[in-house]
């Protein structure tokens, strides 16, 4: 049994990594994205039971404790919590697994520290547990785990509270970037002359010294998201996504735990992925993202000359009823009404009649990567009919109509005309080319970046005011009302 157990707890372990990835690859389609949730979850079932059958295990208790605490938060505020403020709940609990890391990685540096400034002489840090002295790689992973986890958890609760509406989108000041390096080199300093005092022969490590570094790392992480606009709130998430997975990984290291280490790399892994993805659809670098004030600039500098031009609903059905080439552009704002449904029920109306309709989705349209495709799949919108920006993008100047619902910077022209925009060069949707361009909004505000959109203003261009929701409703009535 001595034997058998160790085994059947690795092999638990590598299925565990094989749930996760066949989970993670299924969750790549919208199609199988349900299953793979499945898969993956069933994955962490096997990793957590296989966990509590580690020799000598301590607290178990409290470990199950926590576990049904967290189900239970997690449970209910899953099925409360409205598909609009998924976005920041992906933030919360992303950061919440940051926090995690970063406390495993402190807990397990300040008892190794602890234990051998008890025992001069004997090792630079030992566990705890065994006084089995850390190697020098497993001593810097969890400085480095530390680090990023709590980067991760500081940063992820300020995106939070930014899509929350709990504090401004945008906070900057004089010399930001310049105290945000002096904090990172700070911290850097810190650890090597921390690390370098522990492997010193008979030198004790300040233990005070390890919690400022952990100190340090959360300042970071607060002030690296302040300056950052709610528009790219989707590449902030995904970065910290992969910072979580990295300290994960690192952490698992420290741990001699293989399921902490293959999980951590595989949510490390995807997230520094989605990040380049969407950083490039913001047309930002990753050095932008990670160290500059991006999307914290106010509105265009370009005035925009002309005025908005209302429709009536009927006006607009009858013009959709009549056309050939259809396209819908949805964003927040359809989700916020939650119109999704509305939508499809419209869409499907104009189809019956023949139109071909299509939905046109932006990399980074809503407040995360893929919350249009969630809301148009849970309106039951068919696969086929939903493209991305860049299959797209060369059919709208044949587009007879294009429908936008609650989108706004993703639309905006002024990404291609005007150098004075902060988002001057971000990829968008070319509805503006389209023949006629119907917008839906509930009045004449800006969008979440604050920024003026010039579509608004153009010549084919005509305003539906008014609830999302409601209004789509107004169209499915007035197109039933043209066939009369």
Not at 154 to 180: E, H, Y
Not at 319 to 347: D, N, S, T
């Amino acid at each position: 049994m001595g034997t058998l157990l160790p085994g059947l707890i690795k092999a638990s372990y590598f299925l565990a990594a094989l749930l996760f990835i066949v989970g993670l690859k299924r969750m790549s389609s919208p199609r199988t994205a349900r299953t793979g949730i499945l898969w993956a979850g069933v994955g962490m079932l096997v990793a957590v039971a296989a966990t509590f059958m580690l020799p000598g295990l301590h607290n178990r208790a409290l470990m199950l404790t926590a576990i049904v605490l967290g189900t239970s938060a997690a449970w209910w505020s899953g099925r409360r919590v409205a598909m609009t403020a998924m976005p920041q709940m992906v933030a919360l609990y992303n950061g919440m697994g940051g926090g995690a890391a970063a406390a495993i990685g402190l807990a397990e540096l300040i008892a190794a520290a602890a234990w051998s400034n008890g025992h001069p002489g004997q090792c630079a840090f030992a566990a705890a547990s065994t006084a089995a002295c850390l190697a020098p790689s497993a001593t810097v992973l969890a400085y480095v785990g530390l680090f990023i986890g709590a980067v991760s958890f500081a940063g992820s609760l300020i995106a939070f509270a930014k899509l929350q509406g709990w504090m401004d989108r945008r906070f900057v000041f004089a010399g930001q970037r310049a105290l945000n390096g002096v904090i990172l080199l700070a911290a850097l300093a810190l650890g090597a002359w921390t690390l370098a005092t522990g492997f010193a022969a008979g030198a004790q490590v300040p233990l005070l010294a390890i919690v400022v570094f952990a100190v340090l790392a959360l300042l970071l992480g607060l002030l690296m998201t302040l300056p950052i606009g709610g528009a790219d709130m989707p590449v902030v998430i995904s970065l910290y996504n992969a910072f979580t997975g990295l300290a994960v990984a690192f952490e698992g290291y420290v741990l001699q735990n293989e399921a902490m280490i293959i999980a951590g790399m595989v949510v490390g892994a995807a997230g520094t992925l989605l990040t380049q993805l969407m950083a490039r659809a913001m047309n930002r670098s990753l050095g932008n993202v990670l160290f500059g004030s991006f999307g914290a600039a106010g509105g265009a500098a370009q005035t925009i000359a002309g005025a908005q031009k209302p429709i009536e609903a009927a006006d607009a059905a009858v013009m959709m009823a009549y056309a050939e080439r259809v396209a819908i552009v949805p964003g927040y704002g359809m989700a916020v009404a939650q119109a999704q449904h509305k939508v499809w029920e419209f869409a499907q109306a104009l189809i019956a009649r023949g139109v071909k309709v299509r939905f046109a989705i932006h990399p980074v349209a809503g407040r995360m990567p893929g919350h249009m495709n969630v809301l148009l799949a849970e309106a039951g919108v068919p696969y086929d009919l939903i493209a991305d920006m860049d299959d797209i993008n060369p059919e709208f100047p044949t587009t007879d109509v294009v429908l936008v619902i609650g989108a706004n910077d993703v639309v905006n022209p002024v990404a291609r005309t005007d150098p004075s925009s902060p988002i001057y060069g971000m990829p968008i949707l070319d509805v503006a080319s389209a023949k006629n361009v119907i917008v839906i909004k509930r009045g004449k505000g800006t969008g979440f970046a604050g920024i003026e959109n010039a579509l608004f203003y153009a010549d084919n261009a005509r305003m539906l005011y008014g609830d999302g929701q409601a209004a789509v409703a107004s169209l499915v009535a007035e197109l039933k009302a043209v066939d009369g």
